[in-house]
């Protein structure tokens, strides 16, 4: 059975918008759909005349590990997934586990490297859901060789406000399938899924790197080294002149040497309280890019590091987001498509460097051409970039808006997981699909994400 309906904070990793719902936490499959709201008084009924008569508004969610307010919805309902934890199903043999919606990456981990086997694809924090990692098909450092989550996912099962359940693959129901990877939670309750995983022998990687100076020499190293299972840029965003656009580039490739497969420790660290706004700074994060620029010297032997250091640097401290003060901070998350010139990439930079905004986390990739089953899934081939921006008022929400202008001028698009400010015009043309995948929506779901981006006049 649910738990009573409580109304404590549930934020987004960004911590903005900041927006009050109640939250469900759903412990069993039964536990949805939810019972009807109890009768009430003919005093309320009166006075919530109007009220009672709009419609239910839902949304699932599991950690809440996206960005904007794709996993939010004012003043409506959250069905908190994070119950739904129990695994169901494994084969040893194949790598086939099956699990409810609400187990985390983390918890997959600890269960199958002990066995041998290790996630399909991964994103850059291990405390995602399945239900969250399938909505928004996530994609990892491997996605130039792999392509996203939801190429993984064999089966699914989905539970819809009517009370109907049916079981979703490319085989059975394929329509919901395609409509639920990547469905940003709004074709209904993921429930379970069965995952296809990968063999491995070693829970360590062999990591190489390389400094990149400018885009240019990101993308040949890209290109050089487009077998290696995982890869990576990391860019000093804070760096101007000659400077521009310099970086490092990260390769890894699970090790074949068999050794034994211990998981990852707990977490070290905490970052206890907010700290103040302004501790993120133009100096501050200048100077920390140019020591880690350097402490990365291109280097000729590759090194072993633990799986755990090369793919979840940031989960070691608990509450990163916190560096970023109180008003939270907003992700932008574009891909471009791959052309000769690296225009679209250099003026995003440059629009970023005139706004004198400091990112204090700037991801490069080359994402690969295989094709995602989602209807709505944010990969295409071409370069993605991620950059965090520590909210500092209409000025940030200024460069964001700038910054998808450029984007969509370019035939890119941005990643509805990390959104807060896409326009209905720039989400309408970044997906022209949308209308396709509308009648998939669940008349009792909905999200903040969603009623922005599909807002009429
Ligand atoms: C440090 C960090 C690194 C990241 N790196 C990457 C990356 O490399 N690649 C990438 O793609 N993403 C990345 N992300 C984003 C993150 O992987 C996604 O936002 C992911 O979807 C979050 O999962 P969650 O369980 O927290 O879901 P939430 O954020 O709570 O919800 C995400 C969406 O899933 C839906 N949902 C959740 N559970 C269910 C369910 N059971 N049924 C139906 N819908 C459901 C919600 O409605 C919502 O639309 C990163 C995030 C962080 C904080």
Not at 176 to 205: C, D, H, K, N, Y
Not at 294 to 322: A, E, G, V
Not at 412 to 419: E, L
């Amino acid at each position: 059975m649910a738990h009573r309906h409580s109304r404590p904070k549930f934020e987004s990793w960004g911590r903005y918008p900041s927006l009050s719902a109640t939250v469900v936490p759903l412990h069993w499959p039964s536990d949805f759909p939810l019972p009807p709201a109890k009768e009430a008084s003919p005093l309320e009924d009166q006075r919530s005349k109007t009220a009672t008569s709009a419609p239910p508004r839902m949304l699932p969610v599991g950690m809440g590990r996206s960005y904007g307010d794709v996993c939010l919805i004012a003043d409506g309902t959250l069905l908190n997934t994070r119950g739904l934890d129990r695994f169901q199903s494994f084969d040893e043999e194949s790598g086939i586990l099956r699990c409810e919606a609400g187990v985390t990456l983390d918890e997959i981990l600890r269960f199958c490297i002990p066995r041998g086997w290790f996630l399909p694809v991964t994103p850059g924090t291990r405390y995602v859901t399945v239900g969250g990692a399938i909505a928004n098909d996530v994609h990892g450092k491997n996605h130039q060789v792999a392509g996203t989550f939801g190429r993984y996912v064999r089966s699914l099962e989905l539970a819809r406000s009517d009370g109907s359940r049916f079981v979703c693959s490319r085989d059975r129901n394929m329509e919901w399938f395609r409509a639920t990877v990547a469905g940003m939670g709004l074709t209904g309750l993921i429930v379970s899924a069965e995952i296809q995983l990968r063999a491995i022998v070693s829970p360590l990687v062999k990591s190489e790197v390389s400094q990149f100076h400018g885009i240019d020499q990101f993308l040949e190293l890209s290109l050089a080294r487009q077998s290696s299972e995982y890869s990576i840029g990391w860019m000093d965003s804070t760096a101007t002149g000659r400077k521009f656009a310099r970086g490092v580039f990260m390769t890894a490739a699970h090790s074949q040497e068999p050794a034994k497969l211990t998981t990852h420790k707990s977490r070290s660290c905490s970052v206890p309280f907010d700290l103040p706004g302004l501790a993120l700074n133009r100096a501050s994060v200048g100077a920390f890019n140019a020591l880690y620029f350097h402490s990365h010297r291109t280097r000729q032997k590759p090194r072993l590091l633990n799986y755990d250091s090369f793919f979840y640097p940031m989960d070691r401290i608990r509450h990163w987001n916190r560096l970023y003060g109180k008003r939270g901070f907003v992700q932008f998350h574009c891909v471009l498509p791959r052309v000769a010139d690296q225009l679209a990439p250099l003026q995003l930079l440059k629009a970023i460097s005139a706004a004198r905004l400091t990112s204090f986390l700037a991801v490069i990739k080359d994402f690969g051409d295989a094709i995602s089953p989602g209807m709505m899934s944010f990969p295409m081939p071409g370069i993605s970039l991620a950059l965090d921006f520590p909210i500092r008022g209409e000025e940030t929400f200024d460069l964001m808006d700038r910054l998808a202008r450029i984007t969509a001028e370019h035939g890119g698009r941005v990643y509805p997981a990390k959104d807060t400010r896409m326009t209905p015009t720039q989400f309408q043309n970044f997906y022209p699909q949308w209308q396709q995948f509308a009648p998939y929506v669940d008349p009792a779901f909905s999200s903040n994400f969603w009623e922005r981006v599909t807002a009429r006049g």
